[in-house]
């Protein structure tokens, strides 16, 4: 079973199944988690939505085509709530020491791993693939999609991080090792969104819905995750579309290099918003605000 849905599929696929109610208790408990920090309404979300995922699946007829094994809808689910339990356990609350970033390294490299792993020695169903090259080589379109991302960074995001504050979210950066780490640790959380949110959540949630349910599905637990992190305030009104605009890429495009890409160079501008706020005067002459 591929990791990815064809689009067509995906489009074609009914619009409202009763299966939307548990794949939504799974996905909301990410906002109880990482927007309320609430973690028992989390839990309670987890359980009720596996509980009723296990309660449509038991009582429906599964015809399998010869030699090709349908997904199962719980197991599926379960991977999605086993990554979002491992990354609850911490707070995401952004710190540079080695303690912090340690903490970071193993909860999110966690939260991807062992979904991978159950899948693919527990199931043995390999639901959760990392298609790095995907559909061959990028297009005209593409090349210019990631130069339009970075004018947008450019333009939208100083005015969003230093007007709303946000920016004290994140550790003060005033030397040259703390800006190092906040570099580091910038490009390894955009890339582990994209093997959680993408690869993970939102290629599982794919093989039972259409495109637009999914995408919508993904997005929740995707800003509900940088709402913690840090992206608060009016944060939502640029996590909402650019996290919709990330599962519509990798479907057309199958590729985790040109999303990862798309990720890396939006969070390059945001790295540079910061070491900006956290230092006036240094990078004035870079940004408009």
């Known amino acids: 079973m591929p990791s990815v849905a064809s689009p067509s599929d995906v489009f074609e696929r009914p619009v409202w199944t009763w299966r939307l109610v548990p794949a939504a208790l799974v996905c909301l408990a990410a906002p109880a988690f990482f927007v309320l920090l609430q ?21 429906s007829a599964r015809e399998e085509e ?3 094994r349908l997904p199962s809808f719980v197991r599926d689910l379960s991977l999605i709530a086993l990554g979002m339990l491992i990354v609850s ?3 995401l609350k952004a710190e540079l020491d080695d303690l912090g970033m340690l903490r970071f390294t193993i909860a999110l490299g966690g939260a991807v791993l062992a979904p991978y792993l159950v899948s693919r020695f527990v199931y043995r169903d390999r639901a959760i ?13 593409q090349w210019t999609w990631l130069v339009a991302v970075l004018v947008l960074g450019w333009l939208i995001l100083p005015y969003y991080f230093i007007t709303s504050g946000v920016y004290l979210n994140w550790p003060v950066v005033d030397t040259p090792d703390l800006i190092a780490r906040l570099f580091v640790g910038v490009g390894a959380v955009g890339i582990w969104d994209e093997l959680f949110f993408i690869c993970t959540c939102f290629a599982l949630l794919l093989r039972h819905f259409t495109f637009w349910q999914a995408n919508v599905l993904q ?9 913690e ?3 608060q305030a009016w944060g939502p009104l640029l996590t909402v ?5 990330q599962g519509f890429i990798f479907l057309k495009t199958r590729s985790l290099a040109y999303v990862v890409t798309v990720h890396l160079l939006f969070d390059a501008v945001v790295f540079g918003v910061l070491v900006h706020a956290h230092n006036p005067g240094l990078l004035d002459g870079l940004f408009l605000v």
């Open 219 to 227: 997005t929740i637990v995707f800003v509900s995750f940088l709402w």
């Open 229 to 231: 992190l840090g992206y």
């Open 39 to 59: 973690p028992v309404l989390g839990w309670t979300l987890l359980a009720a939505g596996l509980f009723s995922g296990w309660f449509l699946s038991r009582g």
């Open 241 to 245: 579309p650019f996290a919709l605009l």
């Open 66 to 68: 010869p030699g090709r």
């Open 89 to 91: 356990a911490i707070p």
């Open 129 to 141: 693939r990392f298609p790095w090259r995907g559909g061959g080589r990028w297009t005209r379109f």
